[in-house]
């Protein structure tokens, strides 16, 4: 842990990620504070304000401050972001160990239904299940998770093979260790790399489905402030009120960003490769 | 019964897809208690997958197809269910692997890995098994035991780490110590090292040895009777001794040709012609026969296992007319 955070204060890409983030998890925690207005409160005299100093980001078609929302909606992306990654993760975590331990015909079943899955596109998939399970915050993070469980687990599955291929775990073997016991104790800590590389380029991937999805109207319902919606709202203004786009969309795109390239460093840290022993 | 391990007819199949090809064939061996015995051959010989057949430890694809292996007069391990044998690895018989950089989990320091083998196998107190542990550590000559225990992997030496293995394969006292080429990745003086200490701490648990190498230096450092294997088969079987002053099967005079040794220096080192069939490419007959520089038109056939002098057997033509004899 000391290391891993000593090589991230040399990498300064990775800081420059790492901060981001805990800025925008800083602003999601405490935005009912941060927030100069209650989103939903409209300022009637107000409609369709470009930025000024009452209103920083303007306000939109009802009135209501754009910073604001904002604000509330980082909340609204982080949950989504960690709790569906947190859902495909735990699936992925499952089924890539089973899969990958036992081989043979669990495998097969398993990477099967897999393949089935990664052959939609992601924002597809998503649409069928949130169609199917109707529109709430909830079912948006259950269908982003069910998107995201392939990727974990061709991840997990593919280092799992690799590991239990190790002399350690077939001494392990030799010993009298149970498979459950080695499962747990000799494998899973050894695949957590990869594992956890893969869960913050998740975590950026799902705040983005979160956000198509909202935008298509699919997720997060109004009036509740969400980055997604709030472009789906703005689109037929975007002429004369670009900053009822401009703002929403710079808070995706940093938010994004932020994951991308602290996922990108965290990647090289944790590469056996790159490490000197 | 005075045998700790008793393997009888023992042959394994490689199976891929619907063919299968046979990579050990119809193996006969004991063990007796306090006996240090060394199976040597070269790569592809199959010595390494009899070692994990003895443990069950061999891939999906290796079935066991036929044969026996008895541990101590009763456990019959091929038709063990997995519980039990568990029960057996690592307490009955324990196994050091040839790479000791990766034999240990690099995630864990050493006690919590010494501690895993007596934890499983016995119900002491943590503090109990820590001084077990660190008396082990002892004896395999480690100087800081407290401090190893400590350390990570990959903060020992390739010695230190085989050092490891062997208290941890030890440490329960078993019945059988399976070394599969256990020296050959640590340098030679290491090499001296690590076999005195395994021939030292293998005469006070009263364990047996199989030993299991390519170099017929190491046996006869350390064994009193070999067995020497070609291709999936035993083609002779005898004391060290006698292996050494009397080499029977060609392939037996071919391997002792090709040691090096300080004497003759003008010759260059002689090699078997030739390389060792692979599983799919065995035909009918001796397994040895293209390489042999005696082979005749009867090697067309699957050559006897003879006896061919008091404790000494072999699997070739050239002696058929004694065994005939004999019988």
């Known amino acids: ?277 | 019964m005075n045998s700790i391990l008793e393997i009888k007819n023992l042959s394994i199949d490689l199976v891929d897809g619907r063919k299968t090809y046979p990579v050990v064939n119809d193996i006969n061996l004991s063990i007796k208690k306090k006996q240090r015995y060394g199976i040597v051959g070269e790569s592809g010989s199959g010595k390494s997958l009899t070692s994990l057949a003895i443990m069950n430890l061999l891939a999906d694809s290796l079935k066991i197809t036929r044969g026996s292996i008895v541990l101590d007069g009763k456990h019959e391990l091929t038709k063990m269910k997995k519980k039990e044998l568990r029960k057996v690895r690592g307490h009955d018989i324990s196994m050091i692997f040839q790479e000791p950089m990766t034999a240990l989990d690099p995630l864990y320091p050493i006690e919590h890995q010494i501690l895993e083998v007596l934890r499983f196998h016995f119900t002491f107190s943590k503090k109990q098994m820590r001084d077990m542990a660190v008396e082990m550590l002892k004896k395999v000559g480690i100087s800081r035991p407290e401090q190893i225990m400590k350390n990570y992997p990959h903060q020992l030496s390739g010695g230190m780490r085989q050092r490891v293995m062997i208290a941890m394969a030890l440490i329960c006292s078993p019945k059988l110590l399976i070394a599969d080429e256990p020296t050959t990745a640590l340098d030679v003086t290491i090499q001296a090292q690590i076999l005195d200490l395994m021939n030292e701490l293998t005469e006070d648990f009263d364990t047996s040895i199989l030993m299991i190498t390519h170099d017929l230096g190491v046996i006869v450092e350390m064994c009193e009777r070999v067995a020497v294997m070609y291709a999936g088969e035993i083609v002779e079987e005898t004391t060290v001794a006698k292996l050494f002053s009397n080499p029977a099967h060609p392939y037996t005079s071919g391997l002792l040709r090709s040691v090096q040794s300080l004497g003759n220096r003008t010759q260059s080192l002689y090699s078997i012609p030739g390389t060792v069939p692979t599983p799919k490419q065995q035909t009918a007959g001796c397994r040895f026969a293209s390489r042999c520089p005696h082979v005749m038109p009867v090697c067309n056939s699957s050559p006897p296992f003879l006896e061919i002098g008091n404790d000494h057997s072999t699997k070739c033509w050239l002696y058929a007319k004694e065994g005939v004899v004999n019988a």
């Not at chain 1, 298509?216 to 980055?227: D, E, H, K, T, V």
């Open chain 1, 1 to 277: 842990m000391k290391e891993f955070f000593v090589k991230l204060s040399h990498d300064k890409v990775g800081i420059m990620g790492f901060t981001g983030i805990f800025l925008v998890v800083i602003i999601g925690l405490f935005s009912p504070w941060i927030a100069p207005y209650s989103p939903e409160k409209m300022f009637t005299s107000h409609v369709m304000e470009g930025p000024s100093s009452q209103f920083l980001f303007g306000t939109d078609e009802f009135g209501r401050d754009i910073l604001s929302r904002i604000i509330l909606g980082t909340q609204v992306s982080l949950k989504v972001g960690l709790i569906s990654v947190g859902i495909g993760a735990s699936m992925g975590l499952l089924f890539g160990l089973i899969s990958g331990y036992f081989q043979g015909k669990v495998d097969s079943i398993i990477m099967r239904v897999m393949d089935v899955l990664f052959a939609f596109p992601d924002i597809l998939l998503a649409l069928a299940i949130v169609a199917v399970l109707g529109p709430s915050l909830s079912n948006t993070m259950i269908a982003i998770g069910i998107v995201f469980t392939p990727v974990f687990t061709r991840t997990v599955r593919a280092a799992v093979i690799s590991v239990k291929e190790s002399e350690y775990i077939t001494s392990a073997v030799a010993i009298g260790v149970s498979p459950v016991k080695i499962i747990m104790k000799h494998i899973t800590p050894n695949i957590l790399a990869p594992f956890i590389v893969q869960i913050s380029l998740a975590l950026s991937g799902a705040i983005l489905t979160e956000a198509a999805l909202s935008f298509l109207g699919l997720g997060i319902q109004p009036p509740n402030p969400s980055w997604g919606g709030m472009l789906d709202a703005s689109r037929t203004y975007m002429e004369f009120a670009p900053w009822t786009i401009l703002f929403p969309a710079a808070a995706i795109v940093f938010t994004i960003f932020c994951f991308n390239l602290f996922g990108d460093s965290l990647r090289d840290i944790l590469d056996p490769k790159m490490r000197k022993s």
